[in-house]
C-alpha cells in the first residue's frame, strides 16, 4: 500500500475528462512549481504566516494563488473569532449599525443637494455591482 508522501511512483488513475496530471506536471498558467513554491503555498494557510508568501513571492503565481485564498480565509477566521465573544459582536454589529445609519443620513442630504458623492467604501462597492 502505497503512502500519500510518497511522491507518487505508481501512475495517476484516469478521470473521465482524460488524465489526472502527475505531482510534478506545473498547474495551467503557473509555470514550474518548485519545492519553495509548495512551501510558500502550504504556508499560506497557516494563520498569520499567509502574509509571508503574500510579500516576498508575488512573483511566484502558485504561491501568491494560495497566499490569497489564505488571506481571505485569515480574515474570516478573524471575524469568526471576534463573534465567538458575546460582547464584541454586539459592539461589532451596533459599529456597523451607527456606520449604516450615518451613511444612509449621508446620503439623503448628498441626494437633497442634487450631489453624487461617493459614501466611503460603500461606493467601491456598489460600482463593483454589475446590474
Not at 461589532?92 to 441626494?111: N, Q, R, S
Amino acid at each position: 500500500m502505497e503512502s500519500f508522501f510518497d511522491h507518487g511512483q505508481a501512475e495517476p488513475e484516469p478521470s473521465e475528462k482524460g488524465t489526472v496530471p502527475a505531482l510534478d506536471t506545473p498547474a495551467p498558467g503557473v509555470g514550474q512549481v518548485t519545492e519553495e513554491s509548495r512551501m510558500a503555498a502550504v504556508m499560506a494557510y497557516i494563520p498569520f504566516l499567509c502574509f509571508v508568501p503574500l510579500m516576498k513571492m508575488r512573483d511566484d503565481k502558485y504561491a501568491y494563488f494560495h497566499a490569497r485564498q489564505g488571506l481571505v480565509l485569515f480574515f474570516l477566521e478573524i471575524i469568526a473569532f471576534i463573534f465567538s465573544f458575546p460582547h464584541l459582536s454586539q459592539l461589532f454589529w451596533t459599529a456597523m449599525i451607527i456606520g449604516c445609519i450615518g451613511g444612509a443620513v449621508a446620503g439623503i442630504m448628498f441626494a437633497m443637494q442634487g450631489r453624487t458623492n461617493k459614501l466611503p467604501i460603500i461606493g467601491d462597492i456598489a460600482e463593483r455591482l454589475r446590474m
